[in-house]
């Protein structure tokens, strides 16, 4: 066998793995793990019904288009209804806005793909979703954090980072934000600073990539529905690609989601996507379709709010009374993530070898950072457990921490 | 709104839109056109009643990782059948070698990502597929074409341009080959010829991706089963990088096929995957397995090579009769195309706008070339259309090879 690594590009050489992906196949080893690393939607909210009424139809009716190639930018009803969803948010859009992509990761890729040469600068939230730090990195993307607050990315922080960035030389492209209940923090972008991220953008002539793949996921007695209207909606120029995605909403082994962009960049979207894999699965893209001419889509997002709003509470509480002061966070407002605080001396690493060995999971805070921090940090997904199985797992934490703390513990436990 | 352009990566500036599917799109606008345009399998050929027994089964049990996201290297039993199948054609591999991709296409990208940076080159044949051009290029590859003979590519070619490439201080990268019934000429290469290209790749350290999606769909009359045998069968130490689909034996919809590399390689694959797409369907990659351990597929092989045998037949009968000496070709021994090459006179692109008023369609000889070549040729794909509409198609493709001969034609048509 001859030595491959001489082969590799530059670029897979750098190639970083995702430490949610890497942690999540960490999970199919250790038997009886409780999870709350990745940030998969409950399983019990997927329709089974509904779904097998759809495919057994769809392939009762021989229509060979079912299981053809398909268009490269999807089926056109369902752009259609993905034009239609958007309206019913606020975003004025068009058919040939819009390309369906193989999930909302394709469309992080593609987006880059399209507006960063290698060496580039990307402006990203810091924290963010490590899949759009893998994604922008491996295209040779250089990304520079901007740090948060309460309201979201600090416009400040973006003001001096172009600045620098601009100093140095470097050619600024975009600002990838995820105003909807963030991905790991759980933030709510605030109106006003959506506006702020907008007008600072039109001045410095940047894009907005913006990813919302959680925004009908608000908590009905915490958030009002305005308060999750896509910076989209208020783009007047042309300046917002926006991602979207059926994952959370429906399920994810479908892979359908799709990217949204003015006219000139949608069709080089178009063309990326043809070389990267001629279209989405035209099966899966006709099951979407139908479930949302059904209105089975429509009909779950209330449910699913309710759901997550109540788990979340179990993670709360659970965390509370287990933690106590060793723990903290800003209460989450929608969305899958609870991103936890931990108390100076905790290390995120040491403390996921503890809490594996008491089998719970997580992810790492520091794996959401472009830059070394996030050190005392967790992102705790309260989607996928049950209730039972987040108090379980957030007890399971609990004496993760109390090991860490006491070593003692590590025999005892 | 803005002036989008500006925004564009220098990546995007330059991709080129794939000639089949700008064709594909083109058939959608012209009524009643038959097309021998995209290499579409027959969709009479899809198992219906089977697949629908398969989705109904898979959402009945309401198993929830059906609908979830999966592994990024693919759903592993569905792994452990390739490794099977591929057993049986001769490749040994093993489960760490492979990785599911979204669609053979996706190989092509996810391959060309890991083994080669910008400007790196890439040897192609000549002619050879326009996806495979389309993926490369958009990544910066520098592609070099080889010309082919009846028994494949030219190994005194690929000696000269390699030797011309090194003398340019360019790297070189690896080879792509489609051994079995070439897309687009349908050449079967000779088993020897495929033993010197890997003799010639190890003496010059380069690596080949073997395209292989027609390699089970040969022409019993014509070919034996041993003369498929995959290049990958007998590379000893792992220079080959294999792609295999499910999209022309069982159907292109569920976007299902794989890469077959050495560890090393498929580890760099996985985790370029992994921020391209997370992981292909899930559903689909599991109505595949079912339709794999229930031997769907396997019995669908020998009808499919007897259906496109007889098409291709029907094909080669209807333009003798139609075109006689104004049309010839090398006779298919599988696969789903036949590469015909017209009269001196005769200008691809002129040809196929006469062809598109005559309500047929195919694709250019132009587009499959890295060359400025290829304007006397097209490629007929006789896979989907049925027998009659291929007699049909043939007689409007006379009709419009008459117009460009005598202009007069033009509106007596």
């Not at 600073?193 to 001045?203: F, G, I, K, M, S």
């Not at 915490?222 to 120029?237: L, Q």
């Not at 429906?250 to 990267?276: D, H, I």
């Amino acid at each position: 066998m001859i030595d491959h690594t001489r082969y590799l590009s530059g670029a897979a050489r750098a190639y970083e793995e995702s430490a949610i992906r890497r942690i999540g196949a960490m999970g199919t080893r250790v038997p009886d793990l409780i999870s709350f690393a990745p940030g998969y939607p409950a399983p019990s909210t997927f329709p089974w019904d509904e779904l097998r009424a759809i495919a057994t139809e769809l392939l009762e009716r021989r229509d060979g288009n079912v299981l053809q190639y398909g268009g490269t930018r999807g089926y056109r009803p369902l752009v259609e209804q993905v034009v239609h969803a958007l309206t019913g948010r606020g975003v004025r859009t068009t058919v040939d806005e819009i390309i369906i992509t193989t999930g909302s990761q394709q469309g992080l890729d593609l987006a880059c793909r399209v507006l960063a040469d290698p060496g580039d600068v990307v402006f990203v939230e810091l924290p963010t979703y490590s899949g759009a730090i893998a994604a922008f990195r491996n295209l040779g993307a250089t990304l520079v954090g901007v740090p948060q607050d309460e309201d979201g990315i600090s416009i400040q922080g973006l003001h001096d980072e172009i600045d620098a960035v601009r100093a140095d030389g470097l050619r600024a492209r975009f600002i990838y934000v995820t105003p909807n209940f963030q991905n790991p923090t759980g933030l709510l972008m605030s109106a006003r600073r959506r506006l702020e991220v907008l007008e600072l953008a039109r001045q410095h002539n940047l894009l907005i990539v913006e990813d919302d793949p959680y925004g009908s996921l608000y908590f009905e007695d915490r958030t009002r529905v305005e308060e999750t209207r896509p910076m989209k909606a208020d783009d007047t120029d042309g300046r917002v690609v926006y991602l979207g995605s059926f994952s959370k909403t429906l399920a994810p082994g479908f892979r359908v989601a799709w990217l949204t962009a003015a006219p000139t960049l949608a069709n080089r979207v178009e063309l990326a996507k043809q070389a990267t894999d001629l279209c989405s699965g035209v099966f899966d893209q006709r099951i979407v379709h139908q479930a949302m001419a059904r209105g089975v889509v429509q009909a779950m997002a209330p449910q699913l709010r309710t759901l997550y709003q109540e788990k979340c509470a179990v993670m709360e509480s659970a965390l509370r009374e287990t933690l106590g002061d060793d723990v903290s966070w800003t209460s989450p407002r929608g969305g899958f993530f609870l991103w936890a605080r931990f108390a100076p001396q905790v290390d995120d690493l040491r403390l996921f070898d503890r809490a594996i060995a008491n089998r719970v999971s997580f992810v790492i805070g520091s794996a959401f950072y472009v830059t070394d921090d996030g050190h005392r940090l967790a992102r705790l997904s309260f989607s996928a457990p049950t209730p039972e199985q987040i108090v379980e797992g957030v007890r399971r934490l609990g004496r993760a921490v109390a090991e860490l703390s006491s070593p003692s513990h590590l025999h005892a436990g």
